[in-house]
């Protein structure tokens, strides 16, 4: 389905379900939420509905509060449930989803289209810039709120605009969801200057455990459950850590394995430049990009940690 399908979709329906990935981030929350404004704002009824709570960071984006947590769908009377950010339909953990028509919307390269219409842009830089692209499409107006939230997305899937992949196209949305009414400083400061005090000390503890191997150029951090109930620091706070040793120079990949309940683990993986960590998440039943993925492994952490640093290091010869 393109883009103009979806925005036909839209004029010709009034009830809609918007969701993301569970754990979501400023990407998948930004879209979500721009793309619930505009379409109330068109006189649509719309639910927001996600797995898990947000990170703090997010909490003074506008709309946030519209935001139902659960982990099933509310009911089935929705004409279509917009799925965004998503390589398939089990990454929101929602059920009852699979019943709904669903309209796929995503930027990944390993998405599986999973929806009965599906839109995926691997030229996006971030699922709100083609929130952005469908609204404009579907003659919604974006206002200060829903620019605020893209600009979010925007800024926070680009790593702040350092990201290969942001384009002159990316900046020049930018520009325009700032002349809409967008902050940037605000985006800075609720992504910079707005951590809890129990992420920061969580944080400490996840750093004394960075190890790397003899290259250099291979890192990984480890957080346990012990980590969490001692801080004080909630699941939510645990995105973004993996990003601290990927600013060491000779630092290629850094691997991120958050201990869950039962010998589940959930490794994150972010590379700088041409490094693929989406193949290695892909390999394992994960998804993400060239620089960002993430998947689940079962087994003891040091059968974990040498399964995944297996998979690195031919990455980094
Ligand atoms: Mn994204």
Known sequence: MSLTEIARFISQHDC??????????????????GLALGLHSAGKK?????????????????GIERILISDRVPH????????LE????????????????VINIDHHITNQNFGEFNW????????GEMIYRLLRQAGIPVDARIATNLYVALFTDTGSFQYRG???????????????????SFAARIIYNSNPYEKIRLLGMVLTTLRRDPSGRIAWIRLTQEMLRESGANKADTEGLVNYPLSIQEVQVVAFIREGGEGSFRVSLRSKGDVDVAAVAHRFGGGGHVNASGFELNGLYDEVLETVLQQLRPLVI
């Open 16 to 33: 809609f379900l918007v969701t993301s990935h569970a754990r979501p981030d400023g990407d998948a929350l930004g879209s979500e939420l």
């Open 46 to 62: 719309v639910d927001v509905v996600n797995h898990d709570p947000h990170p703090s960071t997010y909490s003074e984006l506008p």
């Open 76 to 83: 089935l009377e929705y004409d279509a449930a917009f799925v």
């Open 86 to 101: 998503c390589g398939d339909m089990g990454r929101p953990e929602l059920r009852g989803l699979e019943k709904l028509r």
């Open 120 to 127: 995926n842009d691997t030229s996006a830089a971030a699922a």
């Open 166 to 184: 942001t384009t002159a196209q990316t900046l020049e949305t930018a520009a325009d969801l700032v002349r809409a009414g967008a902050d940037p």
